[in-house]
């Protein structure tokens, strides 16, 4: 039964890992990443929708990305949904499809990433304290319900650091990882 708990609170500390993954994924850094504009909001037909539910996005160079819309109808409110964000893109309109060309980032620039970087990577460790905080909760409540002992409960609770330490090591590497992409001229 602890060690379900053990497996439980590893596994929201992952979600937790993979949704920072996600966010560092979606800073433009100069170089084009699809994920950029997966997810930004599109008025069309009365709906807003993500883009990517309405286009195909490519990234044929380092800092291009091309969005094909499925829908000729949907390149006007393509083009103005990617101008009116607050990402900084100036799509060109081109036949059937819409060209983004990525700006060169400045140092000011990337020192701001930098800092909103460090910010996703501090909400990330305090998410997966919290969640350390609850499977030691839900042990230490095993072992006053007497379905522990005292040496089983201080052994889940090691566990349950154990996978801690493991899930912050990652949020450092992977921290690490994007200041080294985003410092980078």
């Known amino acids: 039964m ?4 053990v497996q439980e609170t ?12 996600g966010q ?17 909001p599109v008025e069309l037909y009365g709906n807003r929708v993500p883009l990517k539910q309405v286009a195909n996005i490519t990234v044929p160079e380092a800092r291009q990305i091309l969005v094909q ?4 109808g949907a390149i006007n409110p393509i083009e103005r949904a990617i101008s009116t964000s607050n990402l900084g893109l100036n799509p ?11 700006p060169e980032v400045t140092e000011d620039r990337r020192k701001q990433l930098k800092k909103v970087i460090d910010e996703e990577a501090e909400k990330c460790r305090v998410q997966i304290r919290a969640h350390r905080q609850e499977g030691i909760k839900k042990v230490k ?3 006053d319900a007497k379905a522990l002992s005292e040496d ?13 330490d493991l899930a912050n090591s990652e949020v450092e590497k992977i921290h690490a990882a994007k200041v080294l992409e985003v410092m980078k001229v």
């Not at 602890?2 to 708990?5: D, F, L, N, V």
């Not at 994924?25 to 930004?40: H, V, Y």
């Not at 089983?152 to 801690?164: A, G, I, L, M, N």
């Open 10 to 21: 590893y596994s929201q500390m992952q979600k937790s890992l993979e949704a920072f993954h």
């Open 69 to 72: 819309p499925w829908d000729q």
């Open 152 to 164: 089983e409960s201080r052994h889940f609770q090691d566990e349950v650091q154990k996978k801690t």
């Open 141 to 143: 409540a095993q072992q």
């Open 24 to 40: 560092l994924n979606k800073l433009q850094t100069g170089r084009a990443s699809t994920a950029i504009l997966e997810d930004l």
């Open 92 to 102: 060109r309109v081109e036949g059937r499809t819409l060209r983004v060309i990525l």
């Open 2 to 5: 602890s060690a379900a708990i």
